[in-house]
């Protein structure tokens, strides 16, 4: 069974940054190789928003919120994604969630979370002023 576990939220300054990780175990190297992994943001009162995503083969997708700020990459030995977040705002605040797919997803939908199969658990990145 797929299992992610996120790690690395916290508590910063606006204008500083955080790296996030998450680690996947129950993937076969090559159906990990194959999957969309992506991370999600979750604020109160709001839908749940893709704001990276990143292929097998290295692909990547970044909403506009970000674009700049945030690096996603992954580590496909290691069963690992990360996102680097810089210059962090006051609006990156919420819950960080990193999702899997079985496959590969056809562009439109990268940023669906109903097309992700696996979710971690969530962990919290506030950004204060």
């Known amino acids: 069974q797929v299992q992610l576990v996120e790690s690395g939220g916290g508590s910063v300054q606006a204008g500083g940054s955080l790296r996030l990780s998450c680690a996947a175990s129950g993937y076969g190297y090559t159906s990990f190789v194959m999957a969309y992994v992506a991370w999600f943001r979750q604020v109160a009162g709001k839908e749940r928003e893709g704001v990276a995503v990143i292929s097998g083969s290295g692909n990547t997708y970044y909403a506009d919120s970000v674009k700049g700020r945030f690096s996603v990459s992954r580590d496909n030995a290691k069963r690992t994604l990360s996102v680097q977040m810089n210059s962090l705002k006051l609006e990156d605040t919420g819950i960080y969630y990193c999702?899997?797919?079985?496959?590969?997803?056809?562009?439109?939908?990268?940023?669906?979370?109903?097309?992700?199969?696996?979710w971690g658990q969530g962990t919290q990145v506030t950004v204060s002023s």
């Open positions: 999702a899997a797919a079985r496959g590969a997803l056809e562009r439109d939908k990268w940023t669906v979370p109903e097309y992700y199969n696996y």
